[in-house]
């Protein structure tokens, strides 16, 4: 079998074994405390306690995620993971329908104001949702959508950075692919659905993955907007299982919520790896 | 089946006139053929004609039916792009079934229709694939065939064979040359390629910079070109074109006294095509060979006249005049010679 060139440079020898073995001491460090903690979840509270901490799980594994999932501390992480779900489908979903709607309105159509709207949403990419979070919470506040999912997606859904990319994208589509589709008679939104959207479907996948982890990793909005435990994200649940003042932490079950919060993108991501990956790579014409 | 009407059309975009007043009825099962150089205004034309772009004045009439504001839809026509612009994402068959698709046809007439038009462009194997899995001039055949399912009554071609080899286009030329006259439906083709609108066109219209030239059948065009532009941008090589006065014992040029044939007087452009000049030890005109092109048939003789003049003489057969040999005697039949007028480029006579 004819060897393998795999980069510019043939490795072989010591050359090779040193860049394994730092790609492999780099893994190891990135990935000891997850490993700690997955421990940590598989244990009883006073073996974590004891100070030369475990590092071998333990045989707690089904007791303490089954605490976990369903009682948790304050609330079940399964209803927190739950509302983390809707969340992060909700805020993905909905930027992609925006942005796609307004890069197409502002690619194919022209309107008075059109250079303005674009700066306008342009302009918003420097205004992160920290920067803009009294105000929101204002609105929302005043909208009574405290403790609700619409309060929790709508403030996020909006997205320059979506909209300039699909923007990018349509402007890179040949426009005889428009008029083509005019001739054969298809209105407007007619040649958005059918050709625009399958065209777009690596660059929305690639997106999909981005805002998916984006939305899950909410971390302050929820925290200001949800004060009813049952509406819990379960990044923000993690914190609030922390005690306060002289309660005993019970970090078997805190540590089984950390590995279960990290599961959902970790799913999203690899089952959508081929299409992210091409979606960021190639543009399909 | 219908007839074209184009009615001194114009295009303005903001204060540049880019096409400043076309007028030709083009008729049924005709082929036109709108030829010039690039940025003449032909695309601009045949995209007013697709409904692509809006008419500034002027009036469009397909069939006879004012189509200056209908949609490029509602004007039964289809298009032919330079470049395909086949959707990426589709099969071949749904290509060339989308329009038919938007029509709201049942699907199984709409596969009946695609079938038979994949069957006349020698598709049918390929109607499962996507447009990347297919060569330049299969492409090209889809894009044709989604023309035709649509069974329109004017058929518009935007440059359709230049980005295909040199061999294909020959190819594909005869094929929708074929194509067409098998349907018998009125076209509108645009191109830079005088070959191709000599080959395909019954009529051509000749286009330099937003005017019409002149508006003929190629032979017409080449046996009578109404302007210098027509004489010089239809032939290959062009027609030489030089200076000369029209005196006492003929048409002066420098040295050098031809015949007048109309007895013009005063100064004129005298057009002579490289392919009607005929060596001839006695002839009248004298070229010094600096370059020979032998192709095979014939043999292009690049020089210049005593005046200083290039000249280029296409002669007949095999050639083997070394460069700077020396003078060329030359002559011409009288008929072969165009007279121009020095000032307006119109012919004279």
Redesign the interface.
Known sequence: MAREITGMVERRGMGLWLTHLLMIAGVLVIFFPIWLAFVASTVTQPEIVKPPMPLWPGDRFVENYTAALFSGVNVPVLTMLANSMVMAIGIAVGKIIISLLSAFAIVYFRFPGRNIFFWLIFLTLMLPVEVRIVPTYQVIAGFGMLNSYSGLIFPLIASATATFLFRQFFLTI?D??A????????RPM?FFW??LL??S?TNIAALFVILFIYGWNQYLWPLLITTDPSMNTIVMGIKQMFPSGDDVADWPVIMATSILAMVPPVVVVISMQKLFIRGLVDS?? | MATVDLDNIKKRFGTTEVIKGVSVNVQDGEFVVIVGPSGCGKSTLLRMV???ETISEGELRINGRRANDL???DRD???V???Y?????MSVAQNMG??LK??GLPKPEIAAKVAEAARLLQLTELLDRKPKQLSGGQRQRVAMG?AIV?EPSVFLFDEPLSNLDAKLRVQMRLEIKELQSKLGITSLYVTHDQVEAMTMADRMIVMNAGVAEQIGTPLDVYERPETLFAAQFIGSPSMNVIKAEGREGGLHVGEMVLPNPTGVEGPVMLGLRPEHLVPDPEGPIEMQVLLAEPLGANTLLHGKLASGTGFTASLPGVHRVMAGEGALRLTIEARNMHLFDSETGRRLG
């Open positions: 040949p005889e692919l008029e083509a589709a005019r001739v054969d008679g298809a007619r059918d050709i399958p065209m479907r399909e014409k | 697709a409904g692509l949609e490029p839809m026509i289809a298009m792009f330079q470049n612009a086949l959707y990426p994402h989308y329009g938007i029509a989604r649509r």
